[in-house]
């Protein structure tokens, strides 16, 4: 490291030179100067009875310590149809991780272990997903084939995934744009992680093998904005037909990020439409960070094929500067196991102000190298320290620093405090321009991380690598895996070709909902307000809306009101007693015509309904104190309101005479007499001077 580099001024000069500006602050002009490309795969489980290709009951889970056996797996790669290795499959084979499986007996069987070849496919999931496919626009295939998708990371014991493509070539329309959708596959779900610590990875099988549709687009989102938009109606589309599963883990989003100069990223597992703007706005700009890093390391070394790192294992005498390093962070003492690891330096030739360089907020090209060592070394973070500590303190763009585990990024704590690099180098025999890190480990993952190390460097000198990235709340990713490539897909020879008749498809036709896009644009004729159309389509109560509007003659405009503004407000303030079913809107506005009630008085019902679901609606009107009053009983209180207010107030002001009787009133009127028209009752007693006579 020469004496004029400053690794804290290179991360910012770095971002400067990447030219990052936070979300907020960006507009279609950054992400068209960046090239930025984005499509969709999205997941959404199905709301079937049983499991898509045996008969266990899906959408039952139970407790990781709920389990009845235990089954361990180690996972193989297998040579394609064309007799080549898939690099995920390599790369998940060289973490040699022993996968465990919680096995229950009530969800799970003999399918699920790969013990029993397939039943057939479930017909409840293939007709809800030819639904969803006639939604989206797509051609339905004429025989559905039901083909093996590899999967290597254990998340399904088979080692494969069975799916099989329902329609293919459809759209969706956005705000101000058509997005294209390649197809729409009907597929069975993995199995739930609950643990991946070093070697050891557990996973639960209660959610394997349900029912779910994968909706994947074109990359026609040129805004992150767009992605959201888009991502929020394939989710509004599915929920229309009533029959996929909602709550946490029943959808979720792949995003594919690419920029000009860059590649296809998948950034796997977004658990939420709302983290998409953040994610793929910071995914561009590594992109554009890792273009680069590429530029710089291609200009200093002439022929990248002969780059080489070397490493020494850190000799006794240096060791105590490390452990008492460590034992500076004790935070991080339980991570590091000082007696059993080996430590080792690492010298990057030509490396000097790479570890530092910016990538995304928070994070630097170290990251890169260190998520690997996790992910396929499986040396837990952290991991390594390195010659070019940084301190950003908190992302200025985010709440919080986390990593994988929610906590903060643990390398960046160690890089904070200052390591004496000057021995290293010389153990190294390092360059002036050459970058040095240290990382620790078990004697039988060393080599691996060496390997890790190299191949990650070399691959700096080629800019955007095709990998699958974990999403991070705080908007940041981290490497998960290699991208799959088209080798990892085969047929499935267990499993023969279902012919999708034409009469099945128009008889499903039959009893489609409406498109999104229609009831947007009713919701505006009926003059609903806009801000409550992302609850009404989130909650597929559109249909409600409409059937309370044809049932009862009741203006859309109030329903909508009530539940997108006051059913919703109530949700975020009230824990109701037992589990709220919306059709209990529909029979609340039975009860007021049945009652002759004015509707009014459902504002005052509804959050005593909401709370305790189950109560009868003459106890409800109880609670709330109804009275039933004619409108003369009512009317004839406002000479003596007049007379009161007169002696309380020193107001001279008909309107806040007004007000203050309407104040009174209103509790006797709710549900007997409409507000509008008490309010005339009013205004015209007191402007007249009289009575309300």
Known sequence: MTEQFDPEQNYEQSRQRVGYVPRKEANSKTYGDLGFKCGLEIHQQLKTEKKLFCRCPAGIYHHPADFSAEVIRHMRPTLSELGEYDGTALMEFKTRKNITYRINNRTSCTYEIDDTPPFSLNKEALDIAIEIALLLKTNIVGELHI???????????????????????????????????????????????VDDVGHERIYTTDRLGMPLVETVTYPDMLTPDEAAEAGNYIRFLTRSTGNVR????????????????????????????????????????????????????????????????????????????????????????????????QWVAVNLPQFE??????????????????????????????????????????NPHTDKEINTTGGPDLNRNLNRNKVDFAPIKKLLKSGGNDAQLIFWGSE???????????????????????????????????????????????????????????HQIQTIRKGMPQEVSNCVKQMKEWKIPEDTYFYILRRNLFPLIETIANDFNQPPRFTGTLIGHHLKYLEGQITPSSPFDYNRIYQLFDFIIRKKLKRGIL??????????????????????????????EILEHIPV?????????????????????????????????????????????????????
Not at 360 to 384: H, T, W, Y
Request: glycine share 6%; with cysteine; proline share 6%.
């Open 147 to 193: 083909t093996r998708k590899q999967y290597l990371d254990g998340s399904i014991p088979t080692g494969f995934q069975r799916t099989a493509i329902v329609g293919i070539e459809g759209e969706i329309p956005l705000k101000d744009k058509t997005v294209r959708i390649i197809q729409l596959s009907v597929e069975e779900e993995a199995c739930r992680e």
């Open 246 to 341: 909602t709550g946490i883990g029943a959808a979720r989003e792949d995003v594919n990020v690419s920029i000009t100069g860059g590649t296809r990223v998948e950034l796997k597992g977004v658990a939420h439409i709302k983290w998409i703007p953040e994610i793929t706005h910071n995914e561009g700009f590594r992109q554009k960070a890792l273009l680069e890093i590429k530029d710089i390391l291609n200009s200093r070394v002439p022929d990248p094929a002969k780059w080489k790192i070397t490493h020494k294992k850190i000799p006794t005498s240096l060791m105590p500067q490390l452990l008492d390093f460590i034992k500076q962070n004790p935070e991080h003492q339980k991570n590091v196991d000082t007696d059993r690891y």
């Open 353 to 394: 102000g790479i570890l530092s360089f910016f990538t995304q907020p928070g994070k630097s090209f170290s990251n890169e190298l260190s998520d690997r060592l996790k992910v396929i070394a499986c040396i837990e973070k952290p991991n390594m320290v390195h010659s070019e500590p940084w301190n950003t303190g908190a």
């Open 444 to 502: 039988e993952d060393i080599a691996t991380a060496l390997e890790t190390i190299e191949e990650r460097c070399q691959l700096a000198f080629k800019g955007v690598l095709n990998e699958t990235r974990k999403a991070l709340p705080n908007g940041t990713t981290i490497f998960e895996r290699v991208l799959p490539g088209p080798d990892r897909m085969y047929p499935d020879t267990d499993s023969a070709p279902i012919p999708i008749e034409e």
């Open 603 to 632: 504002k005052e019902m509804l959050p005593v309904v909401y709370q305790y679901p189950n109560m009868d609606f003459d106890s409800i009107l109880t609670t709330i104190e109804y009275q039933p009053l004619s409108q003369e």
């Open 641 to 693: 309101l007049k007379e009161k207010f007169k002696e309380i107030s020193n107001s001279n002001h008909q309107s806040a005479m007004v007000l203050w009787v309407m104040g009174q009133l209103r509790p006797l009127a709710l549900g007997n007499m409409d507000l509008k028209e008490l309010r005339e009752q009013v205004e015209t007693a007191v402007n007249n001077g009289g009575n309300n006579e």
